[in-house]
């Protein structure tokens, strides 16, 4: 289930961007400026609105500490705002005073790239706040970009249609048309998907354009293989085209807002409808997901922005039965594990479960030694990530027949937070857990197993506040 909980009128003219940090939303407009709001309450901030732009503000980003804050503008300009402030630190003029229409900070926040009107993409020193490299594209606009969850290569779209792939050093990998009519949005999960322990790590993205269709992809990028860009599927839905499209932090729900002023929520392993909305009166121009919670803004040319909350055990049960009660796994019928399976990205192993009859039951009791030789599965990295995903299902259960949150829950300890943190990998820790962690394990993510790009753990305060309403109000 799904939840308007705050509707935000405060901009003058269309709204084209929505981007939210640990504890602030931000959002941008035609009128020029750029708005800020507390992640506690919606209030907007004392120093806001963010006013230096001289024309329509076309985007806005957060870096991965949510200590800067990037706008850019048909002004030419792309400004960096301190969002404990609202001073501005920088402000970057494209080489070519072309409008900026598109903004991104690396995982790592060593660089921001910024896509213009002319097909130039530049890549700023962050230290510095000077020119890093400087690209084009063939031809159109640039109009999307995104950074791969490990900053190895980004993306950029263009008003061609061209998807175009660069590694850190600004050198073009790879180009392809995408999308016939025009891309105006791109997208990476933060989940990758693994072929095993050390194998190869893929990522999923999306893309959306003026064609209607919202397209997913799987990129790799290792020094062996090179680079590579396979498309998977189309997602169907929207009737006009679609300008934006975002992956919820956990990689689980695909959001997207269209000219047919729908907004549509997907479950991407499976392509299947979870939710339309239908709350704005005109044109869905943007739509973003919170990094640390089941926060959903939608951004709208009627000038409002829209703030939707999930509810925690409908997300958790996506692509199953909403009313199945998941602390009932061993009831699972075989379909349902089929379901599951679709679910978690292990589509190609339905028909050799199906061919075994596992059910829920069965599912609860399979070990390395049956999964070899009964299902015949010889990949040892597939193996594991079968029992972790089954692993995981059971303590989500557990989480749930205790009645916690499960995002209140330390990914490493399964313990309800005390001192909330946000790593560089953009999940949130117990402070002494990933402290210990990051001593033992060297520098590696406990949920992605990717290089941590930073060892800076930011206090999430919006978190630790929720964690303790929630204990007043459920331990008393």
Same mark, same amino acid.
């Given at each position: ?55 329509? /503000? ?106 175009? %792939? ?75 085209? %679609? ?11 695909? %959001?997207?807002?269209? /000219? ?76 349902? %594990? ?11 192993? /339905? ?69 909330? /943190? ?55």
């Amino acid at each position: 289930m799904v939840t308007l909980i705050r509707a935000l009128a405060d901009h003058g003219d269309d709204v084209n961007y929505c981007a939210f940090s640990s504890s602030l939303l931000a959002t941008c407009s035609l009128d020029k400026t750029i708005r800020l709001y507390s992640l506690n309450d919606f209030n907007e901030l004392p120093y806001s609105p963010l006013k230096c732009h001289t024309y329509a /503000v076309h985007c806005c980003c957060f870096s991965p500490s949510g200590h800067v804050l990037a706008s850019c503008s048909t002004d030419g300009t792309t400004v960096l705002w301190n969002t404990q402030t609202g001073h501005i630190l920088a402000m970057l003029n494209q080489p070519s005073g072309s409008p900026v229409r598109v903004c991104r900070f690396s995982p790592d926040s060593t660089y921001l790239v910024s896509g213009a009107a002319d097909g130039t993409v530049v890549s700023w020193n962050m230290q510095t706040y000077k020119l890093f490299r400087c690209g084009s594209v063939k031809d159109g606009s640039l109009v999307a970009c995104a950074f791969s969850p490990n900053g190895s290569i980004f993306v950029t779209g263009s008003s061609c249609g061209d998807l175009t %792939v660069w590694d850190d050093k600004m050198r073009c990998l790879h180009s392809e048309k995408a999308h016939d009519l025009g891309i105006t949005c791109c997208d990476f999960s933060s989940q990758p998907i693994s072929d095993g322990e050390h194998g190869p790590q893929f990522f999923r993205m999306a893309s959306c354009g003026q064609d209607c269709q919202i397209k997913l992809w799987v990129t790799t990028f290792t020094d062996f293989l090179g680079f590579e860009l396979k498309y998977k599927c189309t997602l169907s839905g929207h009737s006009a085209p %679609v300008l934006s499209c975002a992956f919820s932090y956990d990689g689980q729900m695909l %959001v997207s807002g269209s /000219v047919d002023k729908s907004v549509i929520v997907y479950e991407p392993n499976t392509g299947s409808i979870l939710h339309t909305l239908t709350h704005h009166t005109r044109y869905v121009t943007s739509c973003a997901f919170a990094p640390n919670s089941l926060l959903l803004a939608t951004g709208s040319m009627d000038k409002t922005v829209n703030i939707w909350q999930f509810e925690l055990k409908a997300h958790c049960q996506a692509g199953r039965p909403e009313d199945e009660p998941k602390q009932f796994i061993e009831d699972w019928s075989e379909e349902e %594990v089929s379901l599951w399976l679709c679910a978690q990205g292990l589509k190609d192993l /339905v028909n050799i479960f199906k061919m075994n009859n596992i059910d829920g039951k069965e599912l609860l009791n399979l070990t390395k030694q049956s999964l070899t030789d009964d299902l015949k599965i010889e990949s040892l990295g597939l193996r594991s990530k079968i029992l972790r995903k089954i692993e995981e299902l059971k303590v989500k259960v557990e989480a749930l027949s205790s009645g916690i949150p499960d995002e209140f829950l330390c990914p490493i300890t399964r313990e309800v937070m005390k001192e909330p /943190v946000i790593a560089s990998d953009g999940y949130s820790y117990e402070k002494e857990a990933i402290e210990n962690w990051i001593s033992k394990k060297k520098r590696t993510s406990p949920m992605t197993n990717l290089i941590l790009p930073s060892l800076i753990l930011t206090p999430n305060r919006t978190l630790k506040m929720a964690i303790d309403r929630w204990l007043e109000t459920h331990q008393k």
